[in-house]
């Protein structure tokens, strides 16, 4: 069966240091991945995704970025956060059939980034 | 700007009555449409997946497109109380690209 991983889980970080999420999928190949951040009370904003190795598409942030090393290996960062990137941090893949993407999207745990 | 629309309520509905959501999206082009649940703190959870006009009907949940009209709903039938979240809608374009609404909060009333 296939499982998502993220991490880590929970971290507090001061304006300005670097950041790093990383998200492995196990038990499928060739996964769509997907970075969304949720602030507090607000819905899920598509950051990044990607339909293969080193295939990112961005959607909005500016001193966010993302990279797939490996086929089922999704990796967040930072340089420099801003306190406006506090938020609830989600992975997501989903799978393809018969040449398609299903677009069922499949979560791992999150990542809660405070930034102070 | 491509959006999906919902009504961030909260929607209270009494227990054993039927909750109904409802969606909008505004990106002609979406092909694929989609109902998670999402508790306090937690990550969202697929409920039901639709990808062609009309009724589809899992269990206590029964999704609707409408193409014509760019409309998505959701039927919860017998609501319990275990149902109260918060339910978002998510669209899916011809890149891949998936984008949520902001989200319904249901409450089932005991």
């Known amino acids: 069966s296939q499982t998502i991983h993220q991490w880590p889980a929970t971290l507090v970080q001061p304006v300005g240091s670097p950041l790093s999420l990383e998200c492995t999928v196990e038990?499928?190949?060739?996964?769509?991945l997907y970075w969304y951040r949720q602030a507090a009370g607000r819905g899920l904003q598509l950051l990044f995704y990607?339909?293969?190795?080193?295939?990112i598409s961005s959607e909005v942030p500016q001193n966010l970025s993302a990279s797939r090393p490996q086929d089922r290996q999704f990796i967040l960062s930072s340089k420099k956060l801003l306190l406006s990137d506090s938020g609830f941090y989600l992975c997501?893949?989903?799978?393809?059939?018969?040449?398609?993407?299903?677009?069922?999207?499949?979560f791992g745990e999150g990542s809660r980034l405070t930034v102070l | 700007q491509k959006e999906v629309e919902q009504n961030s309520g909260p929607l209270s509905v009494p227990e054993g009555a039927i909750a109904s959501l409802n969606c909008t999206y505004s990106d002609r082009v979406s092909q694929s449409f989609f109902w998670y649940r999402q508790y306090s703190g937690k990550s969202p959870e697929l409920i039901m997946s639709?990808?062609?006009?009309g009724d589809k009907e899992d269990g206590r949940f029964t999704a609707q497109l409408n193409k014509a009209s760019q409309y998505v709903s959701l039927l919860i039938r017998d609501s319990q109380p275990s149902d109260s979240a918060t339910y978002l809608c998510?669209?899916?374009?011809?890149?891949?690209?998936?984008?949520f609404g902001k989200g319904t909060r249901l409450h089932i009333l005991p």
């Open positions: 038990g499928t190949s060739n996964p769509n």
């Open positions: 990607s339909v293969g190795i080193g295939q």
């Open positions: 998510a669209a899916m374009n011809r890149d891949d690209k998936i984008i």
């Open positions: 997501a893949w989903s799978g393809l059939i018969r040449g398609g993407n299903t677009g069922e999207l499949f």
């Open positions: 639709i990808y062609s006009n």
